[in-house]
């Protein structure tokens, strides 16, 4: 069974650009979750989708956003990129509300 | 609010050792407790969880975790290390099953 996949694997931007990071869940699962891990700032949560609906996101402005479409994938946007912006991008999926969340391989974003 | 605190930033230990990583959480009520383990340029892999029932948690790679509620830890264990589990280990929380919140993680260095 295929894991959670994400495209692309590295994308680098210029300050100012708009990147579109995508996600696909594991099969039969619903909900995806994107989290940022930069430089010393740790892992942290940005956003969680299920069934096509925003169910929560993390302490982040509002230029980091996204969406879920029928077929349960996601992306992620980021507008008005910023230096700090760079940073691995992990998308997670589960089974449902309050499954286990299983990881992708991440996007590397580099804003120069 | 939730945190979780993970007490080395570096563990080194010699292969086929004993090893210890830390983690002590801060919630107000109950949670769900992961561990999850990061290679070099890759996403994360699910270890093991604790949900419910029995406080000893197996997972895989040989690894197991000790939920301890009244000290509010759960420190992940391995009795024999090999130079394969050199890697960053991430312990996470989450109250509401959905938003993981992870501690900075350790990396675990095993010497031959």
């Known amino acids: 069974e295929a894991g959670v996949t994400q495209s692309p694997t590295h994308l680098i931007k210029t300050r100012g650009q708009q990147a579109t990071l995508r996600c696909s869940p594991i099969s039969g699962h619903t909900s995806v979750y994107w989290y940022q891990q930069a430089l010393g700032l740790g892992l942290q949560f940005l956003l969680w989708?299920?069934?096509?609906?925003?169910?929560n996101r993390g302490n982040f402005p509002p230029r980091f956003s996204g969406r879920q479409f029928p077929n349960y994938s996601s992306e992620l946007n980021v507008n008005a990129l910023e230096l700090e912006d760079s940073a691995l991008y992990l998308c997670?999926?589960?089974?449902?509300?309050?499954?286990?969340?299983?990881f992708g391989p991440g996007t590397r974003l580099l804003v120069l | 609010a939730q945190s979780v605190t993970q007490l080395d930033s570096q563990v080194p230990v010699f292969e086929e050792a004993p090893v210890e990583l830390r983690c002590n959480y801060s919630s107000s009520v109950s949670v769900y407790l992961f561990w999850y383990v990061q290679y070099p340029n890759q996403g994360l892999q699910l270890l093991l969880k604790?949900?419910?029932?029995?406080?000893l948690v197996k997972g895989i790679n040989g690894f197991e975790a000790e939920f301890n509620k009244s000290q509010t830890s759960f420190h992940l264990r391995k009795p024999s290390v090999h130079i394969s589990d050199t890697a960053e280990y991430f312990c996470a929380v989450t109250e509401d099953g959905n938003k993981l919140v992870f501690g900075a993680g350790t990396i675990l260095r095993v010497k031959s």
């Open positions: 997670a999926s589960s089974l449902g509300v309050q499954e286990t969340q299983y």
């Open positions: 989708y299920d069934e096509g609906e925003e169910r």
């Open positions: 604790y949900l419910s029932g029995s406080t």
